[in-house]
């Protein structure tokens, strides 16, 4: 059965926030995004809707509360508006009686409540004021005020619907410890309280409370430190002060009794809470408060809690991070939870993700909820985020690629470069094959907006079943389903590699995937690099290997591949020679020898013959290679806004500049 949960969010003008809108909020949610990009502002804003438990005076915000980004801030009207709407209460009269007045919406049911934050008053222009008053006035807080309504009345008042539809916060457990030993503050304290003890039972153990401490004080030595104490106060302060110390170890009263009860960690009560580790001590007043949320349900004191916790890893080992989480997303259904922990989003449902980032507009939002995957690409998706600690959640850009071979090269060609992906937050992701369409559907539009690019093989030639242009064909169906038909077609119109025409066209091709992010090579990532990097292809296999016939093998190989046309058989017996040894293993050592190359040297002595094509518009075009570098080249101008490589005109030298 589906319980009551939020279905979508929209935050203007509030702290990291210009205009946020997520529209799918999925159910549970895992929010997750680097530190400072306002994932608990996200839920401070939900708790100035609907947290019973936050006074009005906070819901006045000050001026630390308003995005930086808004010219003026408060003095210039500023409006701060936090609409959240809640689904999943069509079975549930009660919910429906309780949200009448602010249901917008019956299939499916769905209400929703809005915080507004503006001026009484609007604020005058400069010449208005100036007019008016002879100088500006500026509004200040206090000419602000708030309202909460459900709905689209503004006079639907949901002060009595926060009361039984309320959000409870759970901190980030940084330090619960000093919450545990102070009763005001101790969940403990709201589970006792309401226990219904026996009143004979509490008055017979007070009884034993006092003849206990009548025992122990009865001791003369403990009579002669209280009478020395007593003597000492009386010199200091003397008789005005009446107080006499008095040692006991509780308060023998049956309704303060209660009071002394303390949770211990061992069924000794020896260990106290403040005795155990920081994490464990964190889990504790977790488990205390979620234990009061389960009690106040049976009572019935709430139509519906959502609850949200706030970074629960903290001070917890990578394998509690990921037990505490799916027993959370076990027992709370409507669970909103916030984390910077790759642990935890590792093992988080691929539908389950807001992933907030920080831009130059305020944070933005994205959210997987949308996301039209088979059951199983869900599965196998979950499995890679897990098995890659989900770096692909906290990337700035993705570049997905077939194997290792590109995982290696790709980095190594971007440090040569002077383009530090690490640095800049780029992410390469292995797709382990050539089935990219899960993670460009999880990166895309309907899934995490995450700047993406695919780089595949060409696989131009026949293969064993005949079949040619593999590459093409799997990029056109990564496409819109317009451009796809068109580009099968032209695709299958392709002439014999022998034709002159041919290479021109099938650029023409890739220039048009490449509009959608997807680089296409000519062949294999070894081969296609051979004409641009002969000496380190050699040299990395060389230090791999002392066999002779496998260095001539894979040395003809790298010559062939700048002959014409290319002897298919010279091929593949250099790229056999590289399989035996490992592919990942021969690109790993081959990026120690590329990410040192001078490549705006190499690039432009390239013969531009080696790609075949004859209508050049940037020099990346020289070369069967150039995917690779026009793949970097559009994750450098999406990152840092400028191309990967500044190129000096034709006939002058790099040092000329």
């Not at 702290?15 to 995004?33: K, M």
């Not at 002077?418 to 094959?433: N, P």
């Not at 490992?582 to 990410?595: P, W």
Request: charged share 25%.
């Amino acid at each position: 059965m589906v319980s009551l949960h939020f279905s979508r969010i929209e935050v203007t003008n509030f702290r990291n926030f210009r205009h946020l809108v997520i529209d799918r909020f999925p159910s549970p949610a895992v929010i997750v995004g680097e530190n400072g990009v306002g994932k608990s502002n996200l839920l401070d804003a939900l708790r100035l809707v609907l947290d019973p438990a936050l006074p009005d005076s906070r819901r006045l915000l000050r001026a630390e509360d308003i995005w930086d980004g808004f010219p003026g801030g408060l003095a210039a009207g500023v409006e701060v508006t936090v609409v959240v709407e809640l689904q999943g209460y069509d079975d549930d009269e009660d919910a429906k009686g309780l949200l009448g007045g602010c249901t917008i919406g019956t299939s499916p049911y769905t209400a929703r409540l809005t915080y507004r934050f503006a001026p009484r008053r609007p604020a005058n222009t400069e010449k208005e004021q100036g007019e008016a008053t002879g100088d500006t006035q500026p509004l200040t807080s206090q000419d602000y005020d708030f309202v909460v309504f459900g709905g689209l009345d503004e006079g639907e008042d949901v002060r009595s619907i926060r009361r039984d539809v309320a959000i409870r916060i759970l901190p980030a457990l940084r330090d619960a410890e000093s919450d545990l030993q102070s009763w005001r503050r101790n969940p403990l304290r709201e589970l006792l309280e309401h226990l219904p003890l026996d009143p004979a039972n509490l008055k017979a153990t007070a009884d034993a409370v006092a003849s206990a401490v009548d025992q122990l004080t009865a001791d003369p030595s403990i009579d002669t430190l209280q009478t020395d104490l007593g003597s000492r106060l009386d010199d200091m302060l003397g008789p005005r002060l009446s107080v006499e110390p008095t040692l006991g170890f509780t308060s023998s009263q049956p309704d303060e009794l209660v009071r002394a009860v303390r949770l211990f960690v061992d069924a000794d009560r020896r260990r106290a809470v403040s005795e155990s580790s920081l994490g464990s001590a964190n889990i504790i007043y977790l488990a205390l408060l979620l234990e009061v949320l389960r009690r106040q349900r049976i009572d019935d004191q709430f139509v519906a809690t959502l609850v949200a916790v706030e970074e629960p890893e903290a001070h917890l080992h990578v394998a509690l991070q990921r037990k505490l989480f799916h027993y959370l997303l076990r027992s709370e259904p409507s669970l909103v939870l916030t984390t910077h922990s790759p642990h935890i989003a590792a093992v988080t449902p691929v539908k389950s993700f807001v992933v907030l980032r920080a831009t130059a507009d305020g944070s933005v939002g994205a959210s997987t909820a949308d996301l039209t995957l088979a059951p199983q690409q869900a599965e196998d998706l979950e499995r890679y985020i897990d098995v890659s600690r989900a770096e692909i959640l906290f990337a700035a850009a993705v570049i997905l690629v077939e194997g290792l071979a590109e995982l290696y090269v790709l980095p190594s060609l971007a440090k040569a470069a002077g383009f530090d992906l690490d640095g800049h937050g780029v992410i390469v992701a292995s797709a382990h094959g050539t089935d990219f369409r899960p993670f460009h559907e999880l990166l895309g539009d309907r899934g995490l907006r995450t700047p993406h690019f695919i780089v595949t093989d060409g696989d131009s030639a026949p293969n064993k079943r005949g079949r040619v242009e593999a590459g093409l064909k799997r990029a056109a169906a990564l496409t819109p389903i317009a451009e796809h038909e068109s580009l099968k077609e032209r695709i299958a119109a392709l002439p014999n590699q022998a034709d002159a025409d041919y290479w021109n066209q099938r650029r023409s091709i890739c220039e048009k995937l490449e509009t959608f992010g997807i680089f296409v090579g000519a062949e294999t990532l070894e081969a296609d690099v051979c004409p641009v990097f002969p000496s380190e292809m050699e040299e990395a296999f060389n230090e791999l290997t002392t066999s002779a016939p496998a260095r001539a093998d894979v040395r003809n190989g790298i010559e062939n591949e700048t002959a014409s046309p290319v002897d298919a058989d010279i091929r593949a017996a250099m790229l056999s020679r590289f399989s035996a040894r490992g592919k990942g293993r021969y690109a790993q050592r081959l990026a120690s020898h590329l990410e040192k190359a001078n490549l705006i040297e190499r690039l432009n002595d390239t013969d531009p013959a080696d790609s075949g094509t004859t209508e050049l518009t940037t020099p990346y075009d020289n070369l069967r290679a150039g995917y690779l570098f026009r793949a970097l080249d559009a994750v450098s101008q999406a990152i840092r806004t400028e191309p990967l490589l500044k190129f000096p005109p034709r006939g002058q030298d790099a040092d000329e500049q």
